[in-house]
């Protein structure tokens, strides 16, 4: 994977980033709307600062396959490994 990452250093990450808006503990199974009850506008700060952090730029269509913390580990991996996720 490119820039010496792991996936699970990547979700290691985005959990760190996703704690932020939540609080409590949770599970990287935990689905963002239905068990953290994230509201859009957090989940596109996420995103971004996400995005920023790891100097890629995903398609927004994207981000509907994303309900997790593991789907987003996949999809910046994902990014990472090939430039930009389509």
Known sequence: MAQGI???ELAAVIHDEVAKY????F????????DLELASDDLSAIA????K????????????EVSNV????DLFAEAL??????
Request: glycine share 14%; charged share 45%; proline share 0%.
């Open 81 to 86: 490994g090939g430039g930009e996720a389509r």
């Open 53 to 64: 952090r790891f100097n890629v730029k995903i398609e927004r269509r994207r981000y509907r």
């Open 48 to 51: 971004l600062t996400l995005e």
């Open 27 to 34: 599970g990287d199974g935990e689905g963002f709307v239905s």
């Open 22 to 25: 939540v609080d409590r503990e």
């Open 6 to 8: 792991t996936k699970s």
């Open 70 to 73: 593991d789907d987003y580990a």
